[in-house]
């Protein structure tokens, strides 16, 4: 079992940068993808950005260039630095961790959330 926890969010004004950081407990493996999502007010929950073991990296078109992921899997740690903050990043962001077990089977773990807000 993997339970992840977010932690980070807050208030910023647009222009303004945030680090989000997830920590996980129980053991990531390689075979484990990590990513952030984020679920806008009345909207639903969207890809931010991802990576692999490996380090490749997957970012959603409106974060590319602003947004960096990063990992430390010996810390079994995400982090998600936002910067050049806009009101349309604000959001719930959740961190996830997609763990295969086989080609076509996985199980996804989530964290609880946290809340970004983005003024004008």
């Known amino acids: 079992q993997v339970q992840m926890v977010e932690s980070g969010g807050g208030s910023v004004q647009a222009g303004g940068s945030l680090k989000l950081t997830c920590t996980a407990s129980?053991?990531?493996?390689?075979?484990?993808?990590l990513g952030w999502y984020r679920q806008p007010p009345g909207n639903q929950r969207e890809m931010v950005s991802t990576?692999?073991?490996?380090?490749?990296?997957a970012y959603g078109d409106s974060v590319k260039g602003r947004f960096t992921i990063s990992q430390d899997r010996g810390k079994n740690t995400l982090y998600l630095q936002m910067n050049n903050l806009q009101p349309d990043d604000t959001a719930v962001y959740y961190c996830?961790?997609?763990?295969?077990?086989?080609?076509?089977?996985?199980?996804?773990?989530w964290g609880q959330g946290t809340q970004v807000t983005v003024s004008s």
């Open positions: 996830l961790a997609r763990c295969y077990i086989a080609k076509a089977t996985h199980y996804d773990y």
């Open positions: 129980g053991h990531i493996t390689d075979s484990c993808r």
């Open positions: 990576i692999e073991a490996d380090g490749t990296t």
